[in-house]
C-alpha cells in the first residue's frame, strides 16, 4: 500500500450461523462500511476491525492491517548541463533512487527510459524529465542545453590591382583555429587578417574555415573580382624627327586591341589605327 493511495480490504468468506450476514467495519473507511468490503487511504500502518453477525445475532469479528510501505524519498541525479554545436547528439541519462520502484520516466517531448540521445536544433532548449514511481511520486529536473552556432564572415577589400585585405569576423571571437583558401593554391593558417596579391588576373573565391573552441564548425566565402583595365594616352608627341617622342599610340593592361580615330579641330577626319596592346 502507498501512503494515501486507495486500497481495499475484503473478507473472502464467512461459514456457520444462520446466513444473512451484516458487516460493520471500524474505524470507517472512505466509502461504505457495511459490506465485505472496505476501501481506505492511509498516510501510515493502520488497522481495521470488521465484526459480521448472522440473522441470528451471533457475531464474529477479524482485524485487517493496511500496511504503507516504507521506503527513502525519490532522488534523482542527471546528466550536467552542458554546451553543444547545432546538430550535435547530446547523451541524456538519469538515475533514480529511493522511492517505490517501477518508475515511469518522461523526457518531455524528446522520449522515455533512464538514457536516450537527442540531437540539438539550433536553439538552446531546457530539457525537462519526469520521474514517477509506483506510489505516484513524482521527481523533476531540468538540464541546461546551451546550443552555440559558430559563425564566421569575411571582411574584403581591394587595395590595388590583385592585392587585397581579408579580416576573418567571428563568434565567438577567441579561441578559434583560423585556416584561409585564398583561390590560386595559398593557404593561411590562424591569422584574423591576410594581405594577398594575386599574380594573375582572375576572380578567386577566398574561404575562411573556423573551428570553435567547442569544435563547432562555421565557413564563409566571398569572391574577389578582376583588375580593372587600363589604356593610357599621351597628351602631346612631337615627330620631328629627333627620335623622341615621334609616334602617338597608347598603352595599357589587360587590354589586347584598341581602335583609335583622329579628328582635327574642326571635326575632319585624318585616319584610324587598330593596335596590339603591349
Known sequence: LCANLPMVLQVLSVSGGGGSYSYAWSPPGTG???????????????????TVRDECGNAADTTLAAVVLDHDPLVITTVNDTLVCPGEEVPLWVLAEGGAGN?????????????LTWRT?????????????ACGDRVTDTVQVAVHPAQAWIGARELGDSQ???????DPEEGNEL??????GTHVADLQEVEHTYTDVESHWVYLYVVTPEGCEAVDSVQTTPPSATLYFPNAFSPNGDGHNETFGGEGTLLDRYELWVFDRWGRDLG???????
Open 121 to 133: 536544433g539550433q536553439s538552446s532548449r531546457a530539457v525537462v524529465v519526469h520521474v514517477t514511481d
Open 103 to 115: 518508475n515511469v520516466i518522461e523526457w518531455v517531448g524528446i522520449g522515455t527510459g533512464d538514457s
Open 179 to 184: 585556416e584561409w583558401d585564398l583561390g590560386d
Open 272 to 278: 584610324e589605327e587598330n593596335a596590339d596592346v603591349h
Open 164 to 170: 587585397w585585405r581579408f579580416e576573418a569576423h567571428t
Open 32 to 50: 461504505s462500511n457495511d459490506g465485505p468490503t472496505l476501501e481506505v487511504g492511509v498516510a501510515d500502518d493502520a488497522y481495521f476491525t470488521v
